[in-house]
Nanobody, 120 residues
Framework: QVQLVESGGGLVQPGGSLRLSCAAS????????MGWYRQAPGKPRELVAT???????NYADSVKGRFTISRDNAKNRVYLQMNSLKPEDTAVYYC??????????????WGQGTQVTVSS
């Protein structure tokens, strides 16, 4: 059993900052890539940023220079620092982890999502 739990969402004014956190727990052997995705109302889920186990990162063009993804491998956590937030960043943000369990099953895990609203 694997769980991913996000925290840190909320309401922020344009130009503000938020930091999202995601903790993975359960029968985890190793986590490969972790990432953040988001889904705005009426739109498909889209990639925000990913980070591999060795720290290589990838960002959507819309967030480059404003968002920073990081992870703590020892704690099975991934973070998303969001700066200079815009109204178009409003969405439910989901944590994702590509991992292997102790029974050597490959799992594509998702969190329940956390709401980020950017509005004045």
């Amino acid at each position: 059993q694997v769980q991913l739990v996000e925290s840190g969402g909320g309401l922020v004014q344009p130009g503000g900052s938020l930091r999202l956190s995601c903790a993975a727990s359960g029968t985890i052997f190793i986590i490969y890539t972790m990432g953040w995705y988001r889904q705005a109302p009426g739109k498909p889920r889209e990639l925000v940023a990913t980070i591999t186990s060795d720290g290589s990162t990838n960002y959507a063009d819309s967030v480059k220079g404003r968002f920073t993804i990081s992870r703590d491998n020892a704690k099975n956590r991934v973070y998303l620092q969001m700066n200079s937030l815009k109204p178009e960043d409003t969405a439910v943000y989901y944590c994702n982890a590509d991992l292997q369990t102790v029974r050597f099953s490959r799992v594509d895990g998702w969190g329940q999502g956390t709401q980020v609203t950017v509005s004045s």
